[in-house]
C-alpha cells in the first residue's frame, strides 16, 4: 500500500511548481509543531506552525498539513521560488512545561529556474 | 528589534582548549535554549535556561559541557577540553515564553556558533 509521510531527504523542483515536503513526528503527546527552514550557514528560520487541534493551517504561499493518526505532519509550498532553496526541517513539542523542541530529518529542498 | 544574537559565529579551538559560546536572547525574552547540529544532520537539543535557572539540561554531555544565564548578560555554553567530536554548530533559540498560548512560545533561532576543533 501507499507509504503515507515517507520521508525524503532531497526533493528538486522547477520554479512554479508547488512542493510537498512530508515528517513523520516521533511523539504522539506533542500538541505543537512548527516548521523551520534553514539557509546554507544559517540558523533555523521559523516558517508557519500548528497545534494539534488543528489539521490545517495556511499562511503566505505556506500550508501546514498534521494527521495525528499517522504521526504526520507535512509543508506545502505553493509556487516555489529559487529563494525557497534551503533545508527544512519539521519541529515537535512535548506535553509539558519547560519543553524543548525536538527537530525532524531535514529535506534540502531545490529549485531550479 | 534585533533577533537573536551569538557570537562568535566561528570559532577554532585546539584540542584540550576550552569554548565559550555566547548568546542574547531576543528582546523582551527571557528563555534561552541550546542546540547542537552535526554535519548534515538535524538540531538536537541540549539545554533549557531561565534567568539564573538551568530547568532541562537533559541533552547535554555529562562532561565537560556547562551552561549559564546570568542576571545580566548572555547565556554562556562553556565547553572544557574540547575533542575533534565537539566540532559543530551551536545554536542559540530565545521565546518569550507565555502560560497562556504555547503558540506564544515559539522558539527563534540565531546565526549560530560554528566551533572547529583541530
Known amino acids: 500500500g501507499e507509504s503515507v509521510g515517507l520521508h525524503l531527504p532531497t526533493l528538486s523542483v522547477q520554479e512554479g511548481d508547488n512542493s510537498i515536503i512530508n515528517c513523520a513526528y516521533s511523539n504522539s503527546a506533542s500538541d505543537y509543531f512548527i516548521w523551520y527552514k534553514q539557509e546554507s550557514g544559517k540558523g533555523p528560520q521559523f516558517i508557519i506552525d500548528?497545534?494539534?487541534?488543528?489539521d490545517k493551517r495556511q499562511g503566505q504561499r505556506v500550508t501546514v498539513l498534521l494527521n495525528k493518526t499517522v504521526k504526520h505532519l507535512s509543508l506545502q509550498i505553493a509556487a516555489t521560488q529559487p529563494g525557497d532553496s534551503a533545508v527544512y526541517f519539521c519541529a515537535e513539542t512535548l506535553n509539558q512545561a519547560g519543553t524543548a523542541l525536538i527537530f525532524g530529518k531535514g529535506t534540502t529542498l531545490s529549485v531550479s529556474s | 528589534n534585533a533577533g537573536v544574537m551569538q557570537n562568535p559565529r566561528h570559532l577554532v579551538r585546539r584540542r584540550g582548549q576550552e569554548a565559550r559560546l555566547r548568546c542574547s536572547p531576543m528582546?523582551?525574552?527571557?528563555?534561552v535554549y541550546w542546540y547542537r547540529q552535526l554535519p548534515e544532520e538535524g538540531l538536537k537539543f541540549m539545554v533549557y535556561l531561565q534567568k539564573e535557572n538551568i530547568i532541562d539540561e537533559s541533552g547535554m554531555p555529562k562532561e565537560r559541557f556547562s551552561a549559564e544565564f546570568p542576571k545580566e548578560g548572555p547565556s554562556i555554553l562553556r565547553i572544557q577540553q574540547v575533542v575533534r567530536g565537539d566540532s559543530a554548530a551551536y545554536f542559540c533559540?530565545?521565546?518569550?515564553?507565555?502560560?497562556?498560548?504555547?503558540?506564544?512560545?515559539?522558539?527563534?533561532f540565531g546565526p549560530g556558533t560554528r566551533l572547529l576543533v583541530l
Open positions: 533559540a530565545s521565546s518569550p515564553r507565555s502560560n497562556r498560548d504555547r503558540a506564544l512560545e515559539t522558539q527563534y
Open positions: 528582546k523582551g525574552h527571557s528563555h
Open positions: 500548528i497545534r494539534s487541534n488543528m
